[in-house]
């Protein structure tokens, strides 16, 4: 058997329990759900075959509309996430004492669960909270804020909360992307009588356009798909103002019992997430994920 059959078959067995699990707990439950989309599907009733009618319901529900809506507003986190985690990944790329500290603290958010990390911030964003004292105290309000209960903030607070968790992933990626810069460029650069600010520009940012093109594609499916620090917060609320699409199809499933209908509701998030993928991937194709010496 050659090295390089048998470094493939090693690979695939370390990969074997990752597959596995992929398998069983993500691809079977999506085919077995499928089917479910064209059935008046419930524990509490008789199951039958109703077609397209799932759908058609769907888009003459109001909340299901505001629900596409806000999930198609929640994907406006996707630039402003990529451009400050760019400005973080050049600002801790720089050779400074304890920059590695700093770079472990960005980071932590990540590895920190989204519940626990939408727990905390709802303790903070509370009227009795540590911002709203900090805001008293300072004389800049006179009332608190409800930002998790004013529809007018509410949306805003949970992007916020997105994108603060998020940044030091994005971060890391951009991290390495700049770190992956080949030195004799910038010193190319350099010799021929350019700024710091050309060879960002000119030389390091086309570089990092696949990342650019990578980082936004997740973020965007991200975006879409957010579900738990809307479950944990809002439930959708006040008004709606938070329900997302992801969130208005687990309510349908297991607090309404329409299963048959939240798989409709799931079929056309994918559908939503596709087009805004193929966006991406049209970026890509047109240039966003050339490197500089293509």
């Known amino acids: 058997m050659k090295v390089k059959t048998r470094q493939t078959i090693k690979a695939y067995l370390f990969m074997a329990p990752a597959i596995i699990m992929i398998v069983v707990f993500v691809f079977v439950p999506i085919l077995d759900s499928l089917p479910l989309m064209f059935f008046d599907y419930s524990v509490l009733g008789k199951t039958k075959f109703i077609g397209f009618n799932n759908f058609i319901q769907a888009f003459c529900d109001s909340e299901f509309r ?25 600002l801790v790329n720089k050779k400074l004492r304890g920059i590695a500290i700093f770079r472990t603290l960005f980071y932590i958010p990540v590895i920190t669960s989204m519940v626990a990390v939408s727990i905390m911030w709802g303790f903070l964003f509370d009227p009795s909270g540590l911002i709203n004292t900090a805001l008293l105290d300072a004389g800049l309000i006179k009332t608190p804020i409800g930002f998790l209960s004013d529809g007018k ?18 971060m890391m990626l951009y991290l390495a992307g700049l770190q992956s810069v080949p030195k004799e460029l910038e010193e190319a650069s350099i010799v021929d009588g350019a700024n710091s600010w050309q060879t960002l520009t000119k030389i390091k940012m086309p570089l990092l356009k696949p990342y650019i093109w990578f980082c936004s594609l997740n973020s965007i499916i991200s975006a879409v798909g957010v579900f738990d620090v809307v479950y944990v917060l809002t439930k959708g609320g006040p008004d709606d103002a ?13 607090s309404d019992f329409e299963f048959g209908y939240s798989a409709a509701i799931g079929a056309v998030q994918a559908v939503i997430t596709s087009i ?4 991406i991937f049209a970026y890509g194709k047109r240039g966003g994920g050339m490197t500089y010496s293509e």
Not at 77 to 89: E, F, Y
Not at 153 to 169: C, E, K, N, P
Not at 242 to 254: C, D, E, G, P, Q
Request: hydrophobic residues 65%; positive net charge; charged residues 0%.
């Open 242 to 254: 938070t329900l997302v699409i992801n969130y208005y199809s687990y309510v349908k499933a297991f």
């Open 276 to 279: 805004l993928s193929i966006v």
């Open 66 to 90: 505001i629900s596409i809506l806000n999930s198609v507003l929640f994907v406006a986190v996707v630039p402003v996430i990529q451009i400050l985690s760019i400005l973080l990944a050049i």
């Open 153 to 170: 903030t509410a949306m805003l607070s949970i992007m916020f909360i997105t994108i603060w968790q998020g940044l030091g992933y994005y």
